[in-house]
């Protein structure tokens, strides 16, 4: 597999903490991965991802230390506008990252930004507001959109950059279950259809495990677990681990003792196999 | 009388011929309003007809955009300065050679003016979407950071608004009272308010400049628009219009027809 970011040894303090808020991270991600990050508010997920697009160390300053690379770009030396035309970033709250008065306006903001042609603009912006299938609010103002809409319209303003890998820190967290899970789902969706590397950080694994292709769980500003996610709940389920929460379905069958010969279950399906497995 | 003044120049979003036009030509309108207002009329009679004509169009201009009550909503906000305005000119009675008929006409066609001059922009901030506005910013060839600033003002208002709603709604669930008492500890009951809302929104800078760099604000030279002003035929004529208009009135000053009667 080509690898599209490479962290090797990276380690980062904000001016004036006494923390370090990532500590020795070595991490290779893949072309086309689906990586969720899981780990305790706090842990430098959100650090991490800014380190990817250049934010830390170039608009935060700090003791940075180690290597990262990305798609063949130095964040820490790459103008952050040009790191941002191949790695998109979503941030949790869709208020702040919406600034135009009209939802179409400002999925071209940034295209406006980094000057394309009328033409060029016109057809990323229908391609964007087509993924992520937001036609009817095309001329509607930020202001009277819910929640999931707004962040939707967000994912549709980076995703017209067109980058090749795109990051969401915790982008569900201002929506209900429901809302999250059809998000989510798109996402994977996306990520499949237009082959964008997806990196993601989220609280509620139940809605994402089974998507993913790799998990990445993160404690003190260190990478504790790093593997396929059925691996890393094995892990996880085994120490007891109680910093995040673990999917219902896979405690459930751990408990029961039903995983232990099979892999951990991530779906209902997956964990009627399990339990019909028993007898075999 | 200012907050019901400001309501009245909010921008309503409506489906009328006046609101399609191009802001530009609304913006000529607003300007030739103003400058007629402001500088014709050595008389008051003439003071008088062209102010009344000024506002009688605004009137007309409004009923076809269907906001006409709004600027009954502005004269009637107004009426404490144009009350002013008619006072000061009465002064004019303590001359002595003041003729008291003559002062009281000139008192009035005064406040008129005055009115005609305040009213003048209704038409533009009542039927101009603040995303329109932008455009026309950027159309008059502001840098874009001071278009951007305008738009993204807008933008957060009603997000601040409704910050600072559920601050007040916190700290009265924490029984602060923000109705009763002396001036002194309602003020200090706001400032409980307004230290919050201005932690949170020092934080909210961080993350919209967060938002900013990964959107490439600021990255080209040259940044394109993609959506712009493009006047249309119905534009160009209502321009027409308004300029023929502002130059007859030029014309007809003039001719002297608005510096006394003959």
Known sequence: MNMTIEIEDLSFRYAGSGRWALRNISLKIGEGEFAVFAGATGCGKSTLFKCLIGLIPQMYHGEYSGRVIVRGLDPSTTPISKMAQKVGMVFQNPDNQLFALTVENDVAFALENIGLERAEIERRVSKAFRIMGIEDLRHRSPFELSGGQKQRVAIASILALEPEILILDEPTSSLDGATAKKLLEELAEIRRKENITVLISEHRLDLVVREATRLIVMESGQIIADDEPREVLRQLLEDDYYMIELPKISRLAWALGLSGRRSIPLTKEEFIANLWGIGS | MSLSLLQALKYRSLDTPIHRLDPRVKLLAAMSFLVTALLFGRYWGGMLTVS????????????????????????????????????????????????????????????????????????????????????LLSKLRIPYVYTFTFVAAVRLAPVIADEAQDIIDAQRSRGVEFEKGSPVKRIKALVGVFVPLLINSLRRAYEMAEALEVKCFGASERRTTYRELQASRKDVLASIVVLSGLTLMIWANGLGAFNGLP
């Open chain 2, 52 to 135: 009344s004509s000024i506002i009688l169009s605004q009137l007309i201009l409004l009923k076809v955009a269907k906001s006409s009550r709004y600027l009954l909503t502005t004269i009637r906000g107004a009426l404490p300065i144009v009350g002013l305005v008619f006072l000061l000119s009465l002064l004019g009675l303590l001359e002595p050679t003041a003729q008291a008929g003559e002062v009281l006409y000139w008192a009035l066609a005064s406040s008129i003016r005055f009115l005609a001059f305040l009213t003048s922009f209704n038409i533009f901030f009542l039927t101009t979407s603040p995303d329109e506005f932008g455009q």
